[in-house]
Structure formats: structure tokens, C-alpha cells
């Protein structure tokens, strides 16, 4: 670990102004990402400001949503009662994230911002784009179980550990985003990139800017929603791949739906050529099937990884069935 | 002297661990813990490479750093530059090689640990990266494969030899498997303390298995003679045989010695992980033939492990699984090889089970396809073939004392079997109703104790794909050093009045590593004593060796030492008393003072293993334990919930019962970890899980309720009639629960662990 300064911010915008006027500063949150990586010599910042106790850890009701602060602990989200009302997948996807003594110190907004996961992101004696741009890829021909089946690029095919992303990026999450030239929100969606060429960079968010909210829009539906997670061990450990989904059915027919991978991608990955094969169709499992399938038509699984095609399509097929039968 | 009372709290007792309520509570204090005033911290530097020449070091820039006061490299060791607990084949600090990732290239004392870890980085080493050896198959078998060393790759290659080779068989199956490289994981990191002496010697605190095998290693290292090196031992947080080799002993010594300030080392979580020995990996190719009724006619196997880099413990661990390669069966005709190989992989040694894991895993997959080729159930194909008192090993060596391996069986299969499943069986989708509720299911739903199914709270199912399975396991582990290893361990008894109560103090060098033989040698003092108030002193080197930790056998070999010596004091007093009639002990004590006796306890002695035939009685004991494993399986997404773990073990004469099914759960667990979680995940020598965050040990969640039946049928040779017992569940748990995933999926999985992909993807392709 090398030396570094830490500074307490008193609210946002100078939390916003101390990252924005120091190159190698940093945001700290609940510290359970960054520190580990300055641990293992990953990340260097020279500054923390520390965003942890900022008045931004409210959970707000809105017009039929909620606004989420950045600052609220995973456990109490987990635990709002309107969240586990109106949006159950997240509270699942929440509580099968981490372990409970993590779920207790991270933020929303931390929660969001992990950086993607590849063992050799990890290892600094071995070459990685993500961590020093244009050393390579130590995953190409190397142990790629964990790492990704769509959206990939030659230089990084890491993923996104999130289980709290899939489920917000399902739900239409939105982000309002305070930085250097003022406030904006963009979709969650929106806010994660693929790699491309680029793969050090995870978002889109510039340096200095801080994530304040998440806001969740009014989905009633999502009241029939579930996150599944298939993981190598019953508690603390990553998805192999894991499943958001809302479902709204009329009838035998899917009225509306809204679908999320993890562990497949260097996001989280909404499934919309799936929903758009699912809406107005039957609710059936030979159309989930064949929704998923749809999806994983782009798949391009590496050589330690083509599992995640079958076991993503059967975790989806699991998901919507059930929440088809919960609505009969 | 007069009949005491029988104290409570003697051998047979659950007596409480003097450390139990310390560890619980966050209070007992670790190596790690250790502090002395003006210490300094020590740091290792570690070749990043599995495979390199050193072409230079430069010390230069880490010795200019504030705060350093020491860099030291291979030319400063004071003495001999190889170590090793078999052969010295070690390399103390690299010298013009490394040979795998995480060696030792340098060490540093600062006055700050994060000092000294950048002091460690500041060091510049040039290297030069060669190929890596990294398959073990060719290490072993393939002349062509480069050396890791110059004397060759095969570390010991033990033949078995018995009958002749197979013909007569009716039915023959044959499989090959496979077997990853799992960790001891234990909770508390390489940790010690060296303080420099005035006599130029060093005093090192260090959590360990073998103070004095650690001595041995240590004082030639540093060129003192072995009087000059004391140690004693500190906090053991778990050890497992990953502390049986040395780690920060000899460096954290020469750094004491060269500042002439005491120096503490403590690995971190991920340092840990290249700073022990692993499980060897396994493979293993075999072939069984039967009669048409399932009774053995022949075995025939190849098993190469990899040994990684240096030898460590690798040729004692071949020397199990060519010895118990067959697993506890009758049969003729045995044509068995056993390899261990160096490669630049990490270096294999100890693990719980030492050799006779692999192989046990393999040779009951074995058992299973047989009994289905022969149309028996798995407990009929073992019971049929099940050794017992008077059979003889493929060794030639003859069980002669009970092992009564068909009763277990049959009381294993005997014990009922868990409640049904939490979930609509097979074909019903549809939850719920009031037989779901009155099982206790949570949720608004009606639906089923995701705690209770494949994926846990991942609610990966709410049981539609879940499949059941049973399975069986058998296992055969030798307790105590084999292969005429003088095995032995000394205890010094002293009786005296203490504020006027009797009360004796037992010291021995033995290391407790949590599995609690500090309770069970004041056990054996108050039953062999009569006294209630029994101290065990700390554990050093300024008494005669105990012998390892490990092997199962400190309750045995310690355990002997301690009675033997309660008896001759013992016989002192009764002698005193017998002069001096009418006296109780304490009168006795106050009359005559202390009285203090010192004894070494050996077991029967053993023999190699004739090299060329794999002949000779190299056992002392052998222990059997049996599991059954009930598991439920999402066939869909490959997921497994171990429902319950049962096991039948025969330990001889239990000593504590509390402490021994604690043994027999952990053991049982590490057994399931192995089958479904734990491996170090490496390529091309490289570790790349070393965290706990990525390695995979089971939880709370993983870890099934087990029912235990412990049977004792006394061992006439053992003090007490006692068998070992803290090995011998980590055996035939793996393969139990191997079985029963196979059984309710139909696969053939020939290697552990399991891994979701390896069921969900055969069923959907």
C-alpha cells in the first residue's frame, strides 16, 4: 500500500471539488472494494475522500418509486420495507451479494462501482488492460471460468460482480450523478460500459463525479419479481451467473417484463431482445426458452466458460417459470 | 497412601478445553498476537515467477529506505542454505533459481510492517523466465520432460506387488480420476516471534506442529548448535499439516540475529497461500476385477501426484497411497504404482489424510462401478469384500487388532435415513399446503427453506429439477509415523503441593493446533493420578520432542508418553506411601517434596516398504471410518445441498467425547469441502485463487447435520485401547458425497470437487 491522504467530506459538492481538483483521488465509501485493491497494490490513490457518512442515507419515497441515497447500507436496503414490497428482486439480489458482515458496511453507490472481476486483475505481477492499458489480456488462454460470455472484447473479458446492479438494471434504475459541471441523472444502464478498447474504464462516470441516488421508477409488476443466483457455495461467493426478472403476465400471455443477467458480461446485462421476445407472447416454458436463447445468441463463451450458455438459459427459464406460476 | 476418589474429569469425560472459552470470545492470544518492546517487523519478498533464473538481486534500494535494518538475500544465511523436513532440498532464500511462484527471494526488518513491505518491493531482482513444468503425468512418466531438478523428477516411485496380475475376473471395470489441489485453510496465518539471546542464540515463539523438527531444520540453517535454538510455541490458529514445514522460522531468526532485536513475521491472508504446502493433486488411473458375485480378484492402479517444486513430506505421502491404494479390502492380486513428481506447481505436502485422501476418493468410485456392474448395492459390494481383524493388506501386513468394517456398514445402512425432501417431488411444480408449513417453511409464499435447498438463498429452485442421491464411503488411514520412522514422544509429570492441594504439571513439546490435546493430557494425568488439579505447561523445546501433530497420532503416541509418566510417578508414591502407611497424597507430597518423573513413549516399530515388491508391516495402526451422504441436486443448474452427513467410526476407547465429534465433524467437513468447493485454481503454475474470497471453504449453509455412531473396539497395542481418530472422516466423506451426486444425477464425475458445470452442462448440453 502506498501513503496516501484521507480527507472527511462535509457534504457532496466538496467531496466533489477535493476528487475533481486531485487526479489520483479517490471516493471512499464502504471501502470494501477499494481498500482490498490497495491492499493488493490494484489501486493507488494518493487522496481518499471519504463519502461514507455524507447526509445521502435515506431511502425516500417518490411518485410510486423510490430514491435511494448513495450512502445507504446494502443491509438496510435490504431490509427497507418498501423495498422488499414493491421490489423483492432487489432485496434477494442484495442478500445474496457479499456476506452479512460486507452487506453492513457497503453503499449503494460503492455497491454499484466495484470493479469488475478477473483474477489476473487482481494479480499485479501478470499483464492486464484493465489495470495498466495495453499490457494485454492474461485471461486470453488463461483460466476464464468467472469471466464473460456476451459483449467481450479481445482486450478484457472480465465481469461485473454486482447482484444489486442486475436487479436495479431490470428495474429501470436511474442515477443522478453530481460532479464537476453540476448535477445530471443518466439511466444505471447507461452508466456501465462494455470494454471495447477501453476496458480500464468500467462507467462512464468522469473523475470527480459522485453518484448521490439511485432512483427506482414506479414499476407496480415488480411486485412479482426474483433474482436467482448460481453460485459455486450457498453463501459469500460470486455468481457464475445470476437472474433478475419482473414479470406481468394477462392471462396466459406476457403482458410486460423486465430481465437482467450477472456474471455474463462487464455489466450488468439487461436481456432486451429476450423481453422483446417474451412481451405479447404466451407464457409458456418452450417461450422462456426460446427467450433465452434469443438473448444468448450473441454468446461467444470462451474456453473455460461455455457453461454459463446452458446454465444462463436454464436460470432464466427457472426464473420466469416460476414467476409465471406464482401468478396462475 | 490412600484410595483417592476418582477425579470427573478424567479420561472419558468431556473435560473443557483450557483454551476453549478464550478462542470463542476473541480472547486467546495467537502468534500473530505476539509483541515485544522495540521489535522490528520482518517481510518476505517472493519470486513472482513459477519458473526463473536469478540473474542478479540489488538490496541497494530497500536498504536505503528509512526504517530498514536489515535486507538479506541466500548470501547471508548463516550456515547450511537447504532445508527440508525429508530431504534439504529447500532453498532457505532462492539462490540462482526459483522454482515456483511465491519462493522466498528476500527478507527485510523494518521498524514498521508496511516499512518493511515496501523495503521487500524495493528490492531489485533480475530474472530470467524459464518454461514451467507444470503437469505432473509428464514430470513423472515422460523422460523427455525437463528438470526441475538435476537428480531427476520423480520424487519416489513405490511399487505394490502382491499375487500375480489380474486374470480370472468375470467382471472388470476401470476409471480414471482426478483429484484438485486443496488447502488446509486454516484461520490463523504463518506467524512468529524471534528474540536474539545473549548467549548468541535465538529464543523463537512460533505457531507450529513440530517444535522440534523445526529446531533441526532451523539451527544447522543458522550454523548454532541445536541448544542455541529454543522454541516455544504460540497461539496455533488450525495447522492441519500445513504447518508441519518450516515458513518464517529460519528467516525471522537471521534477521533477529543479524539487528540483534527481536523480529516478528506475519503472513498476510494471500501470502499465506505460497507460504504452505498444499494436498497433492491426483491422478489416478485403476482397474478392479471381480467375480460375477462382486469379490475382488485383482486391483491395478496408477497414481501420480504432484509434488510441486521441493520434496516436503512427498515421499512419506507415496508411501500412503501405494500402501492403502486398495482402500480396507480383501483381495489378492495387487499391481499398484505410486508416483510423486516435482514440478514448478506449489510445493505438496501434509494435509489431513496425507496420501491416503487421493486415493480413497478413488478407489471407492471404483467400489461404486463395480457394485453396479455386478448388480449390488454399494454397501453389498464393500460388505462382501470388507477386511476385518486378521486380514492382510496388500502390504502383506495383517490387521491385527478389530476392524470390524461389515458391522460398520451395516449400522451405517441401518440408520434412518433424513425426512423427505423440502419440495414437491420430481414432476410437481406446484408448492406449498399445510405439509409445507408444518415443516417449517419461511417465506410469504409458502414456499420452502431456500436454506434447505440447492443454491441456498440464491433461490436457484424452489425445488422443480431437484433430484435426490445416496451414497457410501469408505476409508482406511494409518495412524502414526509409518514406514520405520522412529516414532516418539517424551512427557515430564511433577507432582507437588500447591497452596496445599496436590496438583501436577504435565509438559510435553506437543503442539496443540486446535485439536485439543491440552484437555486430553489433563485427562490422563487426573485418571492415572487421582488428581484433580492437572496443569499443562506451555509447549517447548526445553523438553524431549513429541512428534508431529498430525498422522492422528498425539493422543496416541503423547498421550502414551504422558501416562507412562504419570505411572512411574505414580509408583514412587505408592512406594513413599507404602513406607509411610496411613498418609494421604498430600501428606505424602509435604513430607517428601515433589516428585517428578520423565518417560518416552514409542509405538510398535515399523518397517519401509520393500521398494521393488511395496512388502512390510509399515503400519502401526489403521483406523476405518464410514460415511453415507444424502444429497439433493438441481440437475438444471448443477447445483448440490448436502442434506445430511452419517458416519460409523471406530476410535478404540474415546478419550472426550465433545472433543472427538468436533474431529469427526471437521473432518467430515473438509471431506465435503474437497468433494463439491475447495481447489486452488492454478495455470501455468500460477496461483489464482489465494484469498478466502475466491478459495472455497464450506459454510454454516454448506455443512449438513450429522448423525454419528462412534463404535470402541479397543486396539490392545494402543494406551487405553484408543485409535486415532481426527483423520479418518476426511477420507470417506469425499467420496460419500461424490457417490450421492452421482447417484441422483447418473454421471460419472471422476473428479473432485464437482463443479456445477460438470453436472448442469451433461444434462443440457
Redesign the interface.
Known amino acids: 500500500?502506498i501513503p496516501f491522504e484521507y480527507l472527511r467530506a462535509g457534504d457532496p459538492a466538496e467531496a466533489v471539488a477535493a476528487v475533481a481538483g486531485r487526479p489520483g483521488a479517490a471516493f471512499l465509501g464502504g471501502g470494501t472494494n477499494l481498500v482490498d485493491h490497495m491492499?493488493?497494490g490494484v489501486a493507488g490513490p494518493d487522496l481518499l475522500v471519504d463519502v461514507s457518512r455524507l447526509p445521502l442515507d435515506r431511502v425516500e419515497e417518490t411518485a410510486g418509486g423510490l430514491r435511494i441515497g448513495a450512502a445507504v447500507r446494502n443491509s438496510d436496503l435490504a431490509a427497507h420495507p418498501l423495498v422488499r414490497e414493491r421490489y423483492p428482486v432487489l432485496a434477494?439480489a442484495l442478500?445474496?451479494g457479499a456476506s452479512g458482515q460486507l452487506r453492513n458496511v457497503a453503499t449503494t453507490a460503492g455497491n454499484l462501482l466495484q470493479r469488475t472481476r478477473c483474477?489476473y486483475f487482481q494479480?499485479v505481477?501478470?499483464p492486464c488492460n484493465k489495470r495498466v492499458p495495453g499490457s494485454g489480456c492474461s485471461a486470453a488462454g488463461?483460466?476464464t471460468?468467472y469471466h464473460a460470455i456476451l459483449g467481450a472484447s479481445e482486450h478484457c473479458v472480465a465481469t461485473h460482480p454486482s447482484d444489486m446492479a442486475v436487479a436495479m438494471v431490470a428495474l429501470d434504475a436511474v442515477v443522478a450523478v453530481l460532479g464537476p459541471g453540476g448535477a445530471r441523472t443518466l439511466p444505471l444502464a447507461e452508466l456501465y460500459r462494455l470494454p471495447g478498447d477501453a476496458p480500464q474504464r468500467d462507467t462512464v462516470l468522469e473523475h470527480g463525479d459522485l453518484i448521490i441516488a439511485v432512483e427506482l421508477p414506479h414499476l407496480p409488476f415488480a411486485r412479482r419479481s426474483?433474482?436467482?443466483?448460481?453460485?459455486?457455495?450457498?453463501?459469500?461467493?460470486f455468481a457464475?451467473v445470476?437472474v433478475a426478472a419482473a414479470l406481468d403476465l394477462d392471462g396466459g400471455l406476457v403482458r410486460d417484463v423486465r430481465l437482467a443477467l450477472g456474471g455474463v458480461a462487464h455489466k450488468p446485462w439487461r436481456a432486451t431482445r429476450a423481453e422483446a421476445e417474451l412481451r405479447g407472447g404466451p407464457a409458456t416454458e418452450d417461450a422462456f426458452r426460446r427467450a433465452a436463447e434469443a438473448e444468448l445468441a450473441a454468446a461467444r463463451p470462451l474456453p473455460g466458460n461455455?457453461?454459463?450458455v446452458?446454465?444462463t438459459?436454464?436460470?432464466v427459464?427457472?426464473t420466469l417459470?416460476?414467476l409465471a406460476?406464482?401468478g396462475r | 497412601m490412600k484410595t483417592e476418589t476418582r477425579t470427573s474429569l478424567g479420561v472419558g469425560a468431556s473435560a473443557p478445553r483450557p483454551d476453549g472459552a478464550l478462542k470463542v470470545a476473541g480472547a486467546f492470544a495467537y502468534a500473530s498476537d505476539l509483541w515485544l518492546d522495540g521489535m522490528l517487523w520482518g517481510a518476505t519478498l517472493r519470486s513472482?515467477h513459477p519458473s526463473a533464473w536469478i540473474r542478479s538481486i540489488d538490496v541497494g534500494p530497500a536498504l536505503a529506505l528509512p526504517g530498514v535494518f536489515a535486507v538479506l538475500t541466500h548470501e547471508d544465511v548463516p550456515g547450511a542454505k537447504f532445508y527440508g523436513l525429508e530431504h534439504a532440498d529447500q532453498p532457505v532464500l532462492a539462490v540462482d533459481q526459483v522454482r515456483y511462484q511465491g519462493e522466498p527471494v528476500a527478507i527485510v526488518a523494518a521498524d514498521h510492517p508496511?516499512t518493511a513491505?515496501r523495503a521487500a518491493a524495493a528490492v531489485v531482482v533480475e530474472y530470467e523466465v524459464r518454461a514451467a513444468v507444470t503437469d505432473a503425468r509428464r514430470a513423472a512418466l515422460d523422460p523427455a520432460c525437463p528438470l526441475v531438478h538435476p537428480g531427476g523428477n520423480v520424487v519416489r516411485h513405490q511399487p505394490v506387488r502382491a499375487g500375480s496380475a489380474g486374470s480370472g475376473a468375470e467382471v472388470v471395470v476401470t476409471g480414471e480420476y482426478e483429484v484438485g489441489m486443496q488447502d488446509q485453510a486454516f484461520l490463523g496465518p504463518e506467524a512468529g516471534l524471534a528474540v536474539p539471546a545473549d548467549d548468541g542464540g535465538v529464543d523463537l515463539y512460533v505457531a507450529t506442529q513440530w517444535l522440534h523438527v523445526d529446531r533441526d531444520q532451523i539451527a544447522p540453517c543458522l550454523a548454532l548448535p541445536e541448544d542455541k535454538v529454543r522454541l516455544t510455541l504460540a497461539g496455533v490458529g488450525g495447522a492441519f499439516g500445513a504447518r508441519e514445514d518450516l515458513s518464517m522460522q529460519i528467516h525471522a531468526s537471521m534477521l533477529a540475529l543479524r539487528t540483534g532485536r527481536p523480529v516478528k513475521i506475519v503472513y498476510?491472508r494471500?501470502e499465506s497461500f505460497f507460504g504452505h504446502v498444499h494436498r497433492h493433486p491426483a491422478w489416478m488411473r485403476y482397474e478392479h476385477g471381480a467375480t460375477a458375485d462382486g469379490r475382488l480378484v485383482y486391483v491395478k492402479a496408477e497414481i501420480v501426484l504432484d509434488g510441486g517444486a521441493y520434496c516436503s513430506s512427498s515421499p512419506a505421502v507415496v508411501g500412503n497411497a501405494a500402501s492403502l491404494g486398495v482402500g480396507p479390502y480383501e483381495v489378492e492380486n495387487v499391481w499398484i504404482d505410486a508416483y510423486a513428481a516435482y514440478t514448478n506447481n506449489p510445493p505438496c505436502g501434509a494435509m489431513r489424510g496425507f496420501g491416503a485422501v487421493q486415493a480413497c476418493y478413488a478407489y471407492e468410485s471404483q467400489m461404486d462401478r463395480l457394485a453396479a456392474a455386478c448388480g449390488l448395492s454399494p454397501v453389498e459390494i464393500r460388505v462382501r469384500n470388507a477386511v476385518s481383524q486378521g486380514s492382510r493388506l496388500a502390504t502383506g501386513q495383517v490387521i491385527d487388532s478389530p476392524a470390524p468394517l461389515a458391522a460398520m456398514l451395516g449400522e451405517l445402512a441401518a440408520m434412518p435415513l433424513p425426512g423427505p425432501p423440502a419440495y414437491a417431488p420430481s414432476g410437481s411444480?406446484?408448492q406449498g399446503g399445510s405439509g409445507a408449513r408444518a415443516r417449517g417453511m419461511i417465506g410469504t409464499?409458502e414456499e420452502p427453506d431456500p436454506?434447505r435447498l440447492p443454491?441456498?438463498?440464491?433461490?436457484?429452485?424452489?425445488g422443480?429439477?431437484v433430484r435426490r442421491g445416496v451414497g457410501y464411503g469408505v476409508g482406511i488411514k494409518n495412524i502414526c509415523f509409518s514406514e520405520g520412522f522412529d516414532d516418539y514422544s517424551t512427557a515430564r509429570v511433577r507432582v507437588e503441593l500447591l497452596g496445599g492441594e496436590p496438583h501436577a504439571l504435565v509438559h510435553t513439546a506437543a503442539a496443540e493446533v486446535g485439536q485439543g490435546l491440552v484437555a486430553v493430557q489433563a485427562q490422563i494425568a487426573r485418571t492415572e493420578l487421582g488428581v484433580d488439579r492437572v496443569t499443562v505447561a506451555p509447549a517447548d523445546t526445553s523438553v524431549g520432542s513429541a512428534g508431529s501433530s498430525s498422522a492422528s497420532r498425539q493422543s496416541y503416541v503423547t498421550g502414551g508418553a504422558v501416562k507412562a509418566a504419570c505411572e512411574a510417578v505414580r509408583r514412587r508414591l505408592e512406594a513413599l506411601a507404602a513406607a509411610d502407611p496411613g498418609l494421604s497424597l498430600g501428606e505424602l507430597l509435604d513430607r517428601y517434596g515433589p516428585v517428578e518423573e520423565t518417560r518416552e513413549y514409542r509405538h510398535r516399530p515399523t518397517v519401509p516398504l520393500d521398494p521393488v515388491t511395496g512388502q512390510g508391516d509399515s503400519h502401526t495402526q489403521l483406523a476405518l471410518c464410514v460415511h453415507r451422504a444424502v444429497v439433493d441436486v438441481d440437475v438444471?443448474?448443477?447445483?448440490v445441498?448436502v442434506v445430511e452427513l452419517a458416519a460409523v467410526q471406530d476410535v478404540g476407547r474415546i478419550l472426550n467425547p465433545l472433543a472427538l465429534e468436533g474431529q469427526i465433524h471437521g473432518g467430515s467437513a473438509q471431506g465435503l469441502g474437497l468433494a463439491l468447493?475447495e481447489e486452488i485454481?492454478m495455470?501455468?503454475g500460477?496461483v489464482?485463487?489465494p484469498s478466502f474470497?475466491?478459495y472455497?471453504i464450506?459454510?454454516i449453509?454448506?455443512m449438513p447435520p450429522m448423525r454419528l455412531s462412534i463404535l470402541e473396539n479397543p486396539d490392545p497395542n494402543a494406551p487405553y485401547g484408543l485409535r486415532g481418530a481426527g483423520e479418518p472422516p476426511t477420507l470417506s466423506s469425499t467420496p460419500a458425497v461424490a457417490a450421492a451426486v452421482r447417484a441422483a444425477t447418473g454421471l460419472a464425475l471422476p473428479r473432485v470437487p464437482i463443479?456445477?458445470?460438470d453436472i448442469?452442462?451433461a444434462h443440457?448440453?
Open positions: 500500500m491492499k493488493l434477494r442478500l445474496s483474477p494479480d505481477t501478470t488463461g483460466y471460468r426474483a433474482y436467482r443466483k448460481v453460485r459455486d457455495r450457498a453463501s459469500f461467493s457464475l445470476s461455455a457453461f454459463k446452458a446454465m438459459r436454464n436460470a427459464v427457472a417459470r416460476a406460476e406464482e | 513472482p508496511e513491505r498476510g494471500e411444480r406446484r409464499r436454506r443454491g441456498g438463498v440464491g433461490r436457484t429452485t424452489r422443480e429439477g438444471e443448474l448443477g447445483l445441498k468447493l485454481q495455470r501455468d500460477r489464482l485463487n474470497t475466491d472455497l464450506p459454510t449453509l454448506d463443479r456445477p458445470e448442469a452442462l443440457t448440453g
